[in-house]
């Protein structure tokens, strides 16, 4: 007799492959985190490298510090969401924070990042509204253009040429406008957007230009604004999203804009709306660490020197890494077979990276995914060449294990 899970047998088969080889990577369990960049399974430590904590803030003293006094003001969780709860003192005061630091007059913050891109860009594109969106979004922005009547084109990966082509294609959109829908730095290869030539073919066009910032707010920029201020161009975009999971050491979202009518769409954004609020706990931690960004220049120069020297030493070791240096670091491996027992091995030995595998990865790559922090030591990067050194060295006897494990 069929069953209603039957369309997941493909899945199922690859998952099973995964588990002979070693175990589920997706499922993967920590008995303990013990800091930024330690993990323990068992009685082994583990070295985090695939947490995207960029900043290492999660153990910071202030931002810890801010999360347990906001719950002994205010409890645990808010119950509710802020237009059915209302919102609490910490939301309105993170939102200024945020606009502040970009120097625009509107920001709204979510629950989680996911939600933050699923309600601003289905508020922002309407049945008439065209979204031209990067070949590589995210799965949250893909998500938002479906909750959407508008429709939906995607370009080229960082080409603005092509962009600008598919605008030009496009014409004059009647009686509604193009949004177009960009990252600052990708997830998966760590390659960085070109935005201030989006800014130009977008308004050229007459465009809005959405950056998601969120792999690269606290991490780029004179004040970790992102790639738009790295690049010079923070005031020329319309509206930049991000999360609070990664250098903000928390979780929620948020979406900066600058046009002060941004705030209308709070009483439309369904995922706003009808979902509870950030805890006091999780406002109050990012609300830290925006601080933290904004005067955390010695963090981003030790990402940057740890980016190229880990850069450095798979790239000697033969790696073929995906972009230039940055905190995302991923090496190509040849399938997924391959990069699941690495992965596996790697964490054996003392390394959790993060495996990428079809269909959330580019050009359908199997990937071992490095993220790094600035929590980070140099002796830390060392572990981690070596480690994949010693990869390299026992790639003989993985392979005939893989067989065996696989025949
Ligand atoms: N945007 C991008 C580019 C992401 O990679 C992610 C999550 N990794 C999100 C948004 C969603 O963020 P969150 O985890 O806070 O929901």
Avoid at 145 to 166: C, I, V, Y
Wanted: aromatic share 8%.
């Amino acid at each position: 007799m069929s069953s209603i899970f039957d369309k997941y047998s493909p899945l199922k088969s690859r998952v099973d492959m995964m588990m002979k080889i070693g175990r589920d990577a997706l499922g993967v369990q920590f008995d303990d985190i013990i800091n930024a960049t330690r993990g323990r399974i068992g009685n082994r430590e583990i070295l985090l490298a695939g947490t995207n904590n960029y900043l290492g803030l999660t153990f910071d003293e202030d931002c810890v510090a801010a999360a347990k006094q906001a719950i002994d003001n205010h409890g645990t969780g808010t119950t509710g969401s802020r237009v059915a709860n209302g919102s609490y003192a910490e939301h309105v005061d993170l939102e200024k924070a945020l606009a502040d630091h970009f120097g625009m007059p509107s920001c709204v913050v979510f629950t989680t990042g996911y939600q933050t891109n699923l309600s601003a860009i289905s508020a922002l594109a309407g049945d008439k509204d065209v979204i031209f969106m990067d070949a590589d979004a995210h799965a949250c922005i893909i998500d938002g253009t479906r909750l959407t009547g508008a429709s939906t084109f995607r370009f080229r990966h960082n080409s603005p040429e092509d962009l600008d082509k598919r605008l030009s294609r496009h014409g004059d959109i009647q009686d509604g406008h193009a949004l177009v829908v960009i990252e600052g730095m990708y997830s998966m290869f760590g390659d960085i957007a070109p935005v201030d030539e989006f800014v130009d073919v977008t308004h050229r066009h007459g465009g809005y230009l959405f950056i998601d910032e969120a792999h690269s707010y606290g991490i780029f920029g004179e004040t970790g604004c992102g790639i738009a201020e790295e690049q010079g161009v923070l005031d020329q975009v319309d509206f930049i999203s991000g999360t609070f999971s990664k250098s903000l050491a928390s979780v929620g979202g948020f979406c900066a804009s600058k046009h002060p009518e941004f705030e209308i769409t709070r009483k439309v954004m369904r995922p706003y709306m009808f979902t509870a609020s950030a805890t006091p706990s999780n406002i109050s931690a990012a609300r830290a660490a925006v601080e933290k960004v904004k005067t955390g220049d010695h963090l981003r120069k030790n990402l940057k020197e740890r980016a190229q020297q880990l850069h450095a030493g798979l790239s000697e070791l033969g790696y073929d890494l995906c972009a230039d240096p940055s905190p995302v670091i991923a090496a190509r491996r040849p399938n997924e077979a391959v990069a699941a027992l690495e992965w596996n091995w790697l964490l054996e030995n003392g390394v959790y990276v993060n495996l990428a595998v079809p269909p959330g990865t580019p050009q359908s790559s199997s990937l071992l995914r490095i993220s790094l922090s600035a929590a980070h030591t140099e002796q830390d990067v060392n572990k981690i060449v070596e480690t994949f050194g010693a990869m390299k060295n026992a790639q003989g006897e993985m392979m005939n294990d893989m067989a065996s494990k696989l025949a």
